[in-house]
């Protein structure tokens, strides 16, 4: 068995009297795609807020290959190779496809680069040109990110996501609003990422979990109820009682 | 920036220098200054909306006391040239170091906020410095610092005479220049794309990597420096100061300047400053009540142009070059 390279120990998270995540413990191994499902309501985002450092939990402990991570903010985290996209697509609209891609791949020059013209950031621009073609956004890439349809958006946010090449690639369902096409799409591209990035995903299309992950963790009422390969979770039978229903 | 919009800033940059020319060239013929007197106070001032255009064009930071730092760079400018030593490099060299510091230092009070709360605290604080100086009698009090000695800037083979109406308006606007295309190169660098981000959706940029107090910070020092270095060219102008430089009416009409212009395009900031210059002269020879004439002028432009003069032209040539 791989060492996991990140490890979550009883990760807990209260809002005021309501305990939203509960004890929360898994492993994920390198590489391919570990899903998070669970029913509205389950603790998802917010163990996703925890795992990425927007939520500092209030027990338990995140280690990422070994280092315990658990007060990092986003940006240290992001610093040592974990990346997020959000539910809501978080993008910056008024800025070009191209625009955003740059300003989240100018991060890989060096800082003394921040006061030269922007031509001289070749390391930025090359990666910009690989995520628009790895993205089929090429053709896109001098319009505004708020022009874009809904399923291009949603690319552009994995995309701006990968521009520091994370090892961990945390996606909150990247294919919430998509049209079968997209959605289709869509999972072949997360497919062909995991092949080289640790994916972490959480998504409400149970076919799409079970057909892209090796590892399946189902969360309901803010605990984690299961975990296993996608055959175990569809025939554990209290992820059947809380998830899929008494008579899958 | 679209291409539409490029092309209309480039457009504006040749008619300031071509109006430039004209208004140089028709004082050397006729001798009448007057209007070149008004052009330099409104370049003067169109380096204040400059700055105000670069903290909320640029970062989408709505400063409402940015007279703060145009004021002090005025009071720092005349103390120097009056008691201490007319020399005009001196000035703007001391200026632009004390300005930063200033500005470094307010940034931490100011920073902590965003949206509205940070438009208050940026009006609270020239506030408070307004009525300081007010109260000061060693300043001036309430009459402020007359006497300003006019001043000679002197190079290898040649002084310039800032008594000259033509020399004063030619190094302004050399002047003012310089802080645009500055200004316009920080926009074309990675930092710039930072602020455009943080104008955009600040809330994504610690999800990229960026801190992001350290690029609204270097904005707000670099925007008070550009402030105080363009106040520090008004008592040269005036031959005074007086707190009234520092209030609140002056920080609002460096905002309805930069709207009138364009937001976020800073040719649009001297070029309305220059519009608003001549509308209140031309305005103000017709009515004592200009204005109410000008306010309601603003409110038409903002209905009906929202994207400033700036905004106006690309719309007119993205037409036109749809056509």
């Known amino acids: ?248 | 920036m679209d291409k539409y919009q490029q092309k209309a800033v480039r457009m504006m940059e040749w008619l300031m220098l071509i109006a430039a020319i004209i208004l140089v060239v028709i004082g050397k013929l006729t001798g009448d200054t007057f209007f070149l007197r008004l052009a330099t106070e409104a370049l003067i001032f169109g380096g204040l909306a400059l700055s105000v255009d670069l903290l909320l064009g640029i970062v989408g930071l709505l400063s409402l006391g940015q007279a703060l730092y145009f004021g002090f760079g005025a009071y720092l400018s005349a103390l120097i040239l009056r008691d201490w030593m007319p020399s005009f490099w001196l000035c703007i060299v001391v200026v632009a170091i004390s300005s930063a510091l200033l500005g470094w230092i307010t940034s931490f009070i100011a920073l902590r906020s965003k949206g509205v709360y940070f438009a208050l605290i940026s009006f609270g604080l020239a506030q408070v410095f307004a009525k300081s100086v007010y109260n000061t009698r060693s300043l001036g009090a309430s009459d402020g610092m007359v006497g300003v000695p006019v001043i000679q800037i002197p190079f290898p083979f040649i002084t310039l005479n800032l008594g000259d109406a033509i020399t004063f308006f030619v190094i302004t606007f050399i002047f003012m220049a310089g802080i645009y295309f500055t200004l316009k190169y920080f926009l074309y660098t990675p930092l710039g794309r930072i602020w455009n981000g943080v104008r955009s959706n600040e809330s994504r940029l610690p999800y990229l990597g960026y801190n992001t107090q350290v690029p609204k910070r270097i904005a707000f020092v670099l925007a008070a420096v550009v402030a105080a270095v363009s106040g520090a060219l008004y008592p040269m102008l005036r031959g005074f100061v007086s707190p009234e430089l520092m209030y609140f009416s002056v920080s609002g009409n460096a905002v309805i300047t930069v709207v009138l212009g364009g937001v976020g395009t800073l040719i649009g900031a001297l070029f309305g400053s220059s519009l608003l210059m001549i509308l209140k002269s031309v305005i103000g020879t017709l009515t004592l009540h200009h204005h109410i004439v000008i306010g309601l002028l603003f409110v038409i432009i903002v209905i009906f142009a929202p994207k400033g003069i700036v905004g106006m032209l690309s719309a007119k040539l993205k037409v036109k070059g749809a056509q």
């Open chain 1, 1 to 248: 068995m791989n060492t996991p390279i990140l490890q979550a120990k009883n990760l807990t998270k209260y809002f005021g009297g309501l305990r939203a995540v509960g004890r929360v413990s898994f492993d994920v191994e390198p590489l391919g795609v570990t899903s998070i499902i669970g029913p509205n309501g389950a603790g998802k985002t917010t163990l996703f807020n925890l795992l990425s450092g927007l939520y500092v939990p209030d027990e338990g402990q995140l280690l990422m290959q070994g280092d315990d991570v658990t007060q990092l903010d986003p940006v240290e985290r992001l610093s040592r190779g974990m990346a997020r996209s959000f539910q809501i697509t978080n993008l910056f609209f008024d800025l070009t496809v191209e625009q955003n891609l740059l300003l989240a791949s100018q991060k890989l020059e060096s800082w003394s680069k921040l006061f030269s013209a922007t031509h001289k950031s070749q390391l930025a621009i090359q990666r910009a040109q690989e995520l628009l073609e790895i993205f089929q956004l090429m053709a896109k890439k001098e319009v505004l990110a708020g022009a874009l349809s809904h399923g291009e958006q949603r690319r552009l946010e994995i995309a701006v996501t990968m521009a520091l090449r994370p090892q961990i690639l945390l996606l909150d369902e990247p294919t919430q609003g998509m049209s079968q096409g997209d959605t289709h799409e869509t999972s072949q591209l997360i497919a062909e990422l995991g092949k080289s990035v640790t994916i972490l995903l959480i998504e409400h299309d149970v076919e799409l979990v079970m057909d892209l992950s090796k590892q399946v963790v189902v969360m309901a009422q803010g605990e984690k109820i299961a975990q296993g390969s996608p055959q175990d979770v569809r025939s554990n039978p209290v992820v059947q009682t809380a998830y899929f229903g008494d008579t899958v």
